[in-house]
Each structure stands twice: as structure tokens, then as C-alpha cells.
């Protein structure tokens, strides 16, 4: 077993990657939430391309599970109904680009 401690509990050969400005001083802590600091300390040990790919993989299935019980649940409410996703096929939802001139 990998040895860890209590500050820092992954293993050794994890670095906690600093946050650095343009002018490489160190932003506050206070910028990113604990979960996303927890999240980098985690993913410093992730080198391999192949864990990248299957570590993508694992957040596109866990934020689609989330979508669709989100989706589960307007419908089930009446927010979201088949007439309604009918209309968005119609609207024209573009971004108005100004003219050249």
C-alpha cells in the first residue's frame, strides 16, 4: 500500500499542482471550490493516455446519469412536456452577429 497522511492523503508521488497567475504568484485557494481542489490533487497521479480516455468516459456517463434524472424529473413534474420540445425545434436561438463593415 501506498503510504499517505492525513494533510495529504494520496500517495507520495501525487504533486498538488499550484495555481499560478500571469504573474506567477500564487492565486488564492478560496478561487476553486474543495471538490475541484480534491479533484487536481487526484488527477496530478494520472498519466497514462488511456486513463485519461477511460477517466473521460467515467465523467460522460456520471454527468449524462445526472442529466437524464434531471430531465426524468421535469417530465414527471409536467415542466417539460412533448409540446414543449416541439417548439424548440422552431426557435431560432443564433447568436445576432453584427454587420461587416
Same mark, same amino acid.
Given at each position: 500500500?501506498?503510504?499517505?497522511?492525513?494533510?495529504?492523503?494520496?500517495?507520495?508521488?501525487?504533486?498538488?499542482?499550484? /495555481? =499560478?497567475?500571469?504573474? +506567477?504568484?500564487?492565486? $488564492?485557494?478560496?478561487?476553486?471550490?474543495?471538490?475541484?481542489?480534491?479533484? *487536481?490533487?487526484?488527477?496530478?497521479?494520472?498519466?497514462?493516455?488511456?486513463?485519461?480516455?477511460?477517466?473521460?468516459?467515467? /465523467? =460522460?456517463?456520471?454527468? +449524462?446519469?445526472?442529466? $437524464?434524472?434531471?430531465?426524468?424529473?421535469?417530465?414527471?413534474?409536467?415542466? *417539460?412536456?412533448?409540446?414543449?420540445?416541439?417548439?424548440?425545434?422552431?426557435?431560432?436561438?443564433?447568436?445576432?452577429?453584427?454587420?461587416?463593415?
Amino acid at each position: 500500500m501506498k503510504q499517505t497522511n492525513q494533510f495529504f492523503p494520496y500517495p507520495k508521488k501525487c504533486i498538488i499542482l499550484p /495555481i =499560478v497567475t500571469t504573474n +506567477n504568484i500564487m492565486a $488564492q485557494l478560496t478561487t476553486i471550490s474543495p471538490a475541484q481542489y480534491e479533484v *487536481l490533487n487526484m488527477l496530478s497521479c494520472i498519466t497514462q493516455e488511456e486513463d485519461i480516455a477511460a477517466l473521460k468516459n467515467v /465523467i =460522460v456517463q456520471f454527468l +449524462n446519469s445526472r442529466l $437524464q434524472k434531471e430531465i426524468d424529473r421535469l417530465w414527471d413534474s409536467g415542466d *417539460l412536456t412533448e409540446e414543449k420540445v416541439a417548439q424548440w425545434s422552431h426557435e431560432h436561438m443564433r447568436t445576432p452577429y453584427r454587420p461587416r463593415v
